[in-house]
């Protein structure tokens, strides 16, 4: 990596503040189970044989990215084993200690012991809390990104070095960004985007932005699909004369998604109706950024949100809404989530189960398990007749999500409620624990995903009033953040389950470039930051003030996103063969935004200022320790690109629901032709 480069990623501030504590006396262990038996030798080859990322690595050496120091340092230790925290996923969590080795998870139990060439991350006591342990373990998925991207006349200050850098420090080890296509082509904006990602430093992938319509497109995202390991694609209904769409676009890209199996995504905003809005305020004189909010309503974003689902339901395919910025269009989601619950069936708490650790919003299915739906249980349980169910469960047993044993017995027997009806039968009561954990996935009405992003979730749109320009500049992204209000609904809808996962639309544009927009406020690049923050301020908000679960947490910025765009469990889970993409979280320590800290490129932080509590002390990258006492080492050209194959969870029944409706018809109807 260039010396020049390296110094445009901006510092940990050294000896300014105060350095959080060290997470991990290190140490070494002796005289342990040793991990490098035959056996387990064995085991990892198994484990990496389904490994699915490409790499592209660069010539780099392993260099520290902080700003100026330039220093080269040692390659971290493959082999770390991170003792006596509290290991959560999304179906589960519990203390346990977890070994990593060649970049994968090779096990999560109690009691590893391991050789003296393993690096220990010991977080045993320093962490644990009154009532129970405290360190919470998986690394975030961010999915949506903007790095190195060329919008309204410039291009994003971070790229793909400095925006991962700053994903890292913050808990993300992985990101899924927006390739756009050059001139409308996708395979030219595909390599572009292999160029851009050249010097990354974490995990990625790539969904694929769809700008214009003609056969060599429609070919095009068959080649994404089945040789680049693309599996989503945005269309724009906003940007009017840029990379919006029309309706019949949208329908002609929704009928090629179904096909490739591959998930529509929309930025949902009426493109007329903004030009419509922005006109307005230039003709009232209102020039400013306040201007930007003001012309592009909710009701906008409502609205075409309404008819992307709509459009979506017509063709039979699932939809992805992006940055879900309003109650009107989470509304719309809520309403489509619902739409099509068979009656009869309903949704359960499962609160005062047996053992089970369940808080609202977990839920679970009370009605006869359907290919409509989606139901993944993790079985806890200490009663030998069913210990089995938790074994076979394993992600890693060779059975998909949808074709597990039990899910496949729920289904042929036709039980009506099956799960609770189970639960509390008489014959299991007294002989033991017995918990479903969760209910990892459901899915009941029409298939809309909802994504928040964390600006919606955290900011209100008054500091678009702010006198100073560069203040209120600052805030300007699509759709707008909105008035007070549309955070805590959004919120609300995350906690319930209304809407799935947190993404930041991180975008970012240093004050000079959003000053292009001075004078105009149609001028001022969209976009905000989020990518570095996210972790941090999720947790403070939701964690913290009692909204979610622990569980919840690792669901939202990580599990479900793996799962969406079918990468799961390889991604988004702590369980052995999965990525040791690995945070470290403590819950007892602070975090503070601050621009001076931050390492994006920008000159500016929507978030500047703001204090919580949960700090990501530790970040493990790839197996890597990439983040620890507040200092980052990355390798320019480490990160991998990630292959995202189709027909994720999502498309499960599709086929069916179709042959439902082609046989609804009840035509074509034979006449008599009187005219013969
Ligand atoms: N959101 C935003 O303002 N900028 C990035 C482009 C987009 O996602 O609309
Ligand atoms: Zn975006």
């Not at 976009?527 to 569980?551: A, F, K, P």
Request: charged share 20%; aromatic share 8%.
């Amino acid at each position: 990596m260039a010396a020049a480069e390296q110094r445009q990623v901006r510092p940990w501030p050294t000896g300014a503040e105060p350095r959080p504590p060290s997470l991990a006396s290190r140490r070494k262990i002796r005289n342990g189970f040793n991990l490098c038996s035959p056996l387990v030798l064995f085991v990892l080859v198994a484990l990496l044989l389904p490994a699915e990322s490409q790499q592209m690595h660069g010539d780099y050496g392993f260099c520290d990215a902080r700003c100026g120091d330039a220093e080269l340092s040692s390659t971290s230790p493959t082999k770390i084993l991170i003792k006596g925290g509290t290991v959560v996923n999304a179906h589960h969590k519990e203390v346990a200690d977890v070994y990593v080795q060649d970049g994968l998870i090779v096990s999560v139990m109690h009691g590893i012991k391991v050789n003296e060439d393993v690096t220990v991350l010991d977080a045993t006591g320093k962490y644990v809390m009154p009532d129970s342990s405290r360190v919470n373990e998986t690394g975030g998925i961010d999915p949506h990104t903007h790095l190195g991207m060329e919008f309204m006349g410039t291009e994003t200050i971070d790229d793909f070095f400095s925006g991962q850098a700053a994903a890292l420090a913050g808990g993300t080890t992985m990101h899924i960004d927006f390739v756009i296509p050059v001139n409308g082509s996708l395979s030219v904006g595909f390599d572009a985007y292999v160029n851009k990602a050249k010097n990354s430093v974490m995990d990625y992938g790539f969904h694929m932005a769809i700008t214009k319509w003609d056969e060599t497109v429609s070919k095009d995202m068959e080649l994404m699909v089945k040789e680049k390991g693309i599996n989503s694609f945005k269309f724009f209904m906003a940007y009017k004369g840029s990379l919006m769409i029309s309706d019949e676009l949208l329908l002609q890209g929704l009928k090629k998604c179904k096909s490739l199996g591959a998930i529509a995504m929309v930025h949902a905003e009426n493109g007329d109706g903004v030009a419509e809005g922005q006109k307005k305020m230039i003709d009232l004189g209102i020039k400013g950024p306040e201007g930007h909010a003001l012309s592009r309503p909710s009701v906008l974003e409502g609205e075409a949100t309404a008819r992307a689902i709509r459009l979506a339901t017509f063709i039979n395919t699932p939809l992805y809404v992006v940055h879900v910025m309003s109650i009107d269009a989470m509304e719309e989601i809520a309403k489509a989530r619902k739409a099509e619950q068979p009656s009869g069936m309903s949704l359960l708490p499962l609160q005062g189960l047996g053992s089970v650790h369940c808080k609202q919003p977990y839920v679970a299915y009370n009605g006869p398990i359907t290919s409509r739906h989606l139901c993944h249980f993790l079985i806890f349980s200490d009663i030998p007749a069913i210990s089995w169910l938790s074994q076979t469960f394993s992600p890693f047993s060779g059975f998909s999500q949808t074709s597990m044993p039990f899910l496949g017995f729920l289904r042929h027997s036709r039980v009506s409620l099956p799960f609770i009806g189970i639960l509390e039968h008489s014959r299991i009561e007294g002989f033991g624990k017995l918990g479903i954990y969760e209910v990892l996935a459901f899915y009941g009405g029409r298939r809309v995903i909802g994504e928040p992003v964390v600006s919606g979730l955290i900011l209100d749109d008054s500091l678009l009033w702010d006198p100073d320009f560069t203040t209120a500049a600052k805030y300007v992204m699509s759709p707008p953040i909105r008035e007070s209000g549309h955070d805590k609904a959004l919120q609300a809808a995350l906690s319930t389950g209304v809407l799935q996962l947190v993404g930041t639309d991180h975008c970012t544009f240093n004050s000079t470039q959003k000053a292009f927009g001075v004078d105009d406020f149609r001028k001022i690049p969209n976009g905000v930051n989020g990518i570095e923050e996210r972790m941090h301020l999720i947790w403070d908000l939701m964690v913290e003030t009692g909204q979610i679960s622990v569980t919840d947490y690792v669901r939202i910025t990580s599990t479900a996103c793996a799962q969406i765009f079918n990468i799961y469990p390889k991604k988004g889970a702590i369980l052995p063969g999965s990525d040791a993409d690995i945070i470290i979280l403590n819950p007892n320590s602070s975090f503070e935004i601050s621009v001076g800290s931050h390492h994006s490129r920008s000159d500016t932080n929507v978030y500047d200022g703001r204090k919580g509590k949960g700090k990501v002390e530790v970040t493990i990258s790839q197996g890597r320790i990439v983040w620890e006492e507040g200092k980052l080492k990355v390798e320019p050209g480490s990160g991998r690109y990630v292959k995202m194959p189709p027909f994720s969870y999502l498309f499960d029944g599709i086929e069916k629901a179709d042959e439902k409706y082609l046989s609804s018809l009840r035509a074509s109807v034979k006449r008599i032709n009187y005219a013969m």
